[in-house]
């Protein structure tokens, strides 16, 4: 996600520790919803492989993330070749490496990915249509106005954003609501004179919220159809994954150097 005033390298680094941060609050309520349900019995009551030897096969799969982020910080690619790059690598891996994908496989792959795809492109494009219609007739600009000076100040504020962005993040995918929003929302952040980059990480933080809050929930969506389950299904789960997440979020809203630190620290 691009925020005017703050550079891609920055975003990426400054998103380093909320996502730690993001992961270990999703492990908590993962690792006791599996205790209390008895998640895992069966395998857990089997010998466990060897740790060297899983680590070694696991190899190929775990480089993937030093490849992508590594070869943007060296500047072998940009973020948005590296998603052609993880695409690419991965085909590799599974038809090369593990041989778990085959020819045969490749046209169902690619025909889930575009049935998936087309759904949130079009989107996209009434999104983008959206925005440009508000530029146009001139709307941003009077209403950030009004927002900024509300009297409801920072804090009011910055509440109102987060219930607008999780509340519009449960029908519209992250890329529509940047398109829409981000012009809207950086006048009041301007006139606030909040860290744009910090802005960014929490935009980000706020949209995953909604990303994965029935009933549209784009990416809880995709993850139903990976797993084969309806997202109904989904929902008593789903709601302690997202109270742990939220949890997160107030901690990087309310400590901006969870996010700012590493950028300063690496000099973006």
Same mark, same amino acid.
């Given at each position: ?6 550079? $891609?390298?920055?975003?990426? @680094? &400054?998103?380093?520790?909320?996502? *730690? #941060?993001?992961? %270990? +609050? !999703? ?80 046209? $169902?792959?690619?025909?889930? @990915? &575009?049935?998936?795809?087309?759904? *949130? #492109?079009?989107? %996209? +494009? !009434? ?142």
């Amino acid at each position: 996600m691009l925020v005017p005033g703050a550079s $891609v390298p920055a975003l990426f @680094a &400054a998103g380093m520790i909320p996502g *730690i #941060l993001a992961g %270990v +609050a !999703l492990i908590v309520p993962a690792v006791w919803l599996a205790r209390k349900h008895n998640m895992g019995a069966i395998e857990a009551a089997l010998p466990r492989p060897p740790f060297w030897k899983s680590l070694r096969e696991a190899a190929w799969g775990l480089v993937a993330p030093f490849l992508i982020l590594g070869g943007m910080r060296a500047g072998w690619f940009t973020p948005t070749e590296a998603a052609v790059v993880a695409v690419v690598y991965g085909l590799f891996v599974g038809m090369v490496i593990y041989r778990s994908i085959g020819m045969k496989d490749l046209f $169902v792959i690619f025909q889930e @990915a &575009a049935e998936t795809s087309a759904v *949130i #492109l079009l989107v %996209v +494009a !009434l999104a983008g249509i959206f925005a440009y219609a508000l530029s146009t007739l001139g709307v941003i600009d009077p209403l950030a106005h009004a927002i900024a000076n509300s009297g409801l100040g920072e804090y009011g504020v910055l509440a109102l954003i987060v219930l607008l962005l999780m509340t519009v993040g449960m029908f519209l995918d992250g890329i529509s609501i940047f398109l829409i929003f981000v012009p809207l929302l950086l006048p009041i952040a301007n006139a606030f004179h909040w860290n744009p980059v910090w802005f960014g990480v929490v935009l980000t933080l706020k949209v995953a919220l909604g990303q994965f809050t029935p009933p549209l929930a784009v990416n809880l969506m995709v993850s139903c159809r990976i797993a084969r389950v309806r997202m109904e299904e989904t929902v008593p789960w789903v709601i302690w994954m997202l109270l742990a997440m939220f949890i997160a979020m107030l901690m990087v809203l309310a400590y901006p150097p969870l996010a700012t630190w590493l950028p300063d620290r690496l000099g973006y």
